[in-house]
């Protein structure tokens, strides 16, 4: 497995310094205790060099910390101590100003795409395979409708040891994306990213490579009657500042979800709600930490 550490701000990948990109758009000291995930919206050929160019460009005035290739190569732009320009306006649980106190991370993705001629179009002048790519359309309230690629599987698996890295190494409280602390100006990372297992795994449980969802224990069969009480096409909210997302009714912790978070109401199952999550990701949450609107 590869193993991620930090010295001196610095990331280190299996005992080897990553390549380092000096930005110039950064500002004061900081101590990080958020992660934010983007998309870098931008060319996904090689390592991100063209999102890393735009990054370390003055007149940008952005950057991040990190830019994730598609392979799972990752580029440092910013050390961790030091704040960096990704988040714009934004707000993280009632503070302003998410850069002063967080590490910024960009991974390789194309972001929001349209059709064209049965192909899928970002914004710059290329279209892309939609069955290559496994390109998929989606449409939720925090990202709107349109087409988006998905994450290779080294991108999650780097995402996921790379952020429990940085948690234990700063003691991180949270794991977020651009579009939650930016809502309505901001859809990255895109719906089909599996924030809840990403973050699930970054703050202590989990396991580190994407995996199809578990079977039911044979001891403990799946019932044979369906869930007594449906609310199927209503919505929720989250009440908790953080509230535990399971696999199963009472059962494994995959992640959390943050307050506010808009949830679909799939059935109740005793005192259990089965949601999906506005990344598309499906299970169990406490039915006292979710108001149904």
């Known amino acids: ?86 988040a714009g306006p934004s707000s993280f649980k009632g503070r302003n100003n998410v850069n002063a106190f967080s590490v910024g991370i960009e991974i390789v993705n194309p972001g929001s795409m349209t059709e064209l001629a049965g192909r899928a179009k970002p914004w710059w002048d290329q279209t892309f395979d939609k069955a290559q790519y496994g390109i998929e359309r989606r449409s939720t309230r925090e990202h709107g409708d349109a087409l988006w690629m998905p994450y290779t599987a080294r991108q999650i698996e780097v995402s996921k040891l790379l952020c429990r890295a940085l948690v234990r190494h700063y003691s991180i409280k949270d794991v977020t994306t651009h579009w939650a602390i930016s809502p309505g100006r901001k859809v990255d990372t895109n719906p089909l990213f599996p924030l809840e297992d990403v973050r699930g795994y970054a703050l202590g449980g989990g396991v580190p490579a994407p995996s199809a969802p578990a079977s039911p224990p044979a001891s403990k069969p799946a019932p044979a009657a369906p869930p007594a009480k449906t609310a199927a096409g209503k919505f929720g909210d989250v009440t908790a500042d953080r509230l535990n997302f399971r696999r199963t009714a009472n059962g494994e912790i995959i992640g959390s979800l943050p307050r506010g978070t808009r949830v679909e109401v799939n059935y109740f199952e005793r005192e259990w709600i089965n949601v999906t999550t506005p990344a598309g990701y499906s299970g169990f949450v406490h039915s006292n930490f979710v108001s149904i609107i």
């Open 1 to 86: 497995m590869t193993e991620f550490t930090i010295r001196n701000h610095v990331l280190f990948v299996d005992g080897k310094q990553v390549a380092f990109r000096h930005s110039p758009n950064r500002s004061g000291t900081i101590v990080p205790d958020v992660l934010v995930l983007h998309d870098t919206a931008g060319r996904i050929e090689g390592k991100g060099e063209s999102s890393i160019e735009w990054l370390c460009n003055p007149q940008a005035r952005a950057s991040a910390h990190l830019v994730m290739g598609r392979e799972g190569d990752i580029t440092q732009l910013v050390p961790f101590n030091v704040a960096a320009w990704h």
